[in-house]
């Protein structure tokens, strides 16, 4: 396709909120791509029981945008970014929008018909590795069913969580067994090393200058100003305010790291999911250097339901592991990588050890992101917007955070990682964390006990 430039597009159609990293990938674009056709549109739609309206009306959208030039070209290149491995160069986040302001009567299909746009041309990717089609073939209904509901309901073509259904529609996310993966890099600043023997220990060390607090937690350096704070404080005790940090939190101690010779000098790490003052030293005679940030990972995603369990865990990242070092060798896997509200240790303040919560995140090396709470909130209570005082208490557990979050308790999302050597180990019993992670972290819930985790 031929390039008319970056500034024009945006001057012609005024993109919502488009990255701005996408003017670099634009000059980088070959100008290849896909816009969804008419054809493909009623097979994708074939399977929904529209009416003669409901159809017609998504076709001559379609229509609509074949008839502008730029448009065409400004879709081709939104999917380029967002299929193949380019998806992770090109990962956004956040309420990035790319529907149009300029085009009033289908300015806001834009995200979706991008999305439709990305099936086909994703899949021609499919067929050059040669994955077989029933692996990937009802990878994007997993979303298009619930967008097409929504239609049918309220003729509404907004998408909800733009950057997690892309992942669906340009075929990058996979299911297997219970859980669901996608390639993905590891962006946050912590090394990891394995013992040399046996496939023997893992140690995280931090990288250099991390501020943490009392809790071992990361100080995010883009944590949330005081001026929204102070806005937070002043509106009703929802989610936004017992899910966020404070700009209060001041960090207790800063981590620093050095490489003397041979020997790595840094502070470690404990699985338990908290950034410890203990300064250790290992020798890459004795260890070896298995991840650090910018390492190809595959992404472990947890879906609602039934089957939470170390042992489904375990079964998936088989099934997993086999598929992608199969079909995507040209992409060096180092291991798995989530973030989840499920990880955070501080859950242990509540729940029993026997919980499936507890065992499953005992099997992973868990880490503080620097990450806020919200979806913990959001998973708990169903809504962040509830104040604390309207939100469900049916269950124990429910009772026992609304009780920790009303005296300044914090939970947060907290990041794992899993390598693959720990695919045939024993998942009975703790992997990655040792007798003294456990009594350190003993010690940081004592802390939040006495002190209501306030931070």
Not at 395 to 422: I, N
Request: aromatic share 14%; charged share 30%.
């Amino acid at each position: 396709m031929e390039k008319t430039g970056y500034q024009n597009i945006i001057e012609q159609l005024r993109p919502e909120n488009i990255p701005a990293k996408f003017q670099d990938a634009y000059e980088k674009w070959d100008g290849s791509g896909h816009v969804v056709t008419r054809e493909e549109l009623k097979g994708y739609l074939s399977r929904y029981e529209l009416s003669e309206h409901e159809l017609e009306g998504l076709l001559q959208i379609v229509d609509r945008i074949h008839e502008n030039k730029t448009l065409c070209e400004y879709i081709s290149f939104l999917v380029w970014t967002q299929c193949e491995i380019r998806r992770y160069e090109y990962w956004f986040e956040g309420d990035v929008s790319f529907n149009c302001k300029a085009l009033p009567d289908i300015g806001d299909a834009i995200n979706l018909y991008m999305c439709l746009s990305c099936i086909e041309f994703a899949r021609q990717d499919m067929i050059r590795r040669q994955i077989p089609v029933e692996v990937y073939e009802k990878i994007p209904y997993r979303m298009l069913d619930g967008q097409m509901e929504k239609y049918q309901k309220t003729g509404s073509l907004l998408v909800d969580d733009l950057p997690w259904k892309v992942n669906f529609y340009s075929l990058s996310i996979y299911l297997f067994d219970r859980f669901l993966f996608c390639p993905c890099g590891f962006d946050d600043p912590y090394r990891f090393y394995r013992s040399k023997k046996d496939k023997g220990e893992v140690i995280g060390i931090a990288e250099d200058g991390l501020k943490i607090d009392a809790y071992g937690q990361l100080i995010d350096p883009q944590e949330i100003t005081c001026e929204d704070m102070d806005s937070l404080e002043l509106s009703k005790k929802d989610g936004k305010c017992f899910g966020r940090y404070t700009y209060k939190r001041k960090p207790i101690f800063e981590t620093a790291l050095a490489e003397i010779g041979d020997e790595v000098h840094g502070n470690r790490i404990s699985p338990c999911g908290i950034v410890t003052r203990e300064k250790i030293r290992i020798s890459m005679d004795t260890y070896q250097e298995i991840l650090r940030k910018g390492d190809w990972m595959i992404g472990f995603h947890i879906p609602e339901g039934e089957g939470y369990t170390p042992e489904r865990v375990r079964t998936s990242m088989k099934l997993a592991w086999d598929f992608f070092t199969k079909y995507f060798s040209d992409l060096p896997f180092k291991g798995f990588w989530s973030s989840s509200w499920l990880y955070d240790g501080r859950l242990c303040l509540f729940l029993e050890e026997d919980s499936r919560i507890v065992q499953v995140q005992r099997q992973f090396f868990n880490y503080s992101g620097g990450w806020n709470g919200e979806s913990t909130y959001i998973e708990l209570f169903g809504d962040e917007d509830l104040s604390i005082d309207e939100v469900p208490q049916k269950s124990s557990l429910q009772k026992k955070v609304v009780a920790y979050l009303k005296r300044g308790g914090k939970l947060a999302d907290t990041g794992m990682v899993y390598f693959p050597e720990e695919l045939e180990k024993d998942y009975h019993k703790p992997i990655y964390i040792t007798d003294w992670d456990l009594a350190y972290q003993e010690e940081v819930l004592e802390l939040c006990r006495q002190k209501g985790g306030r931070s």
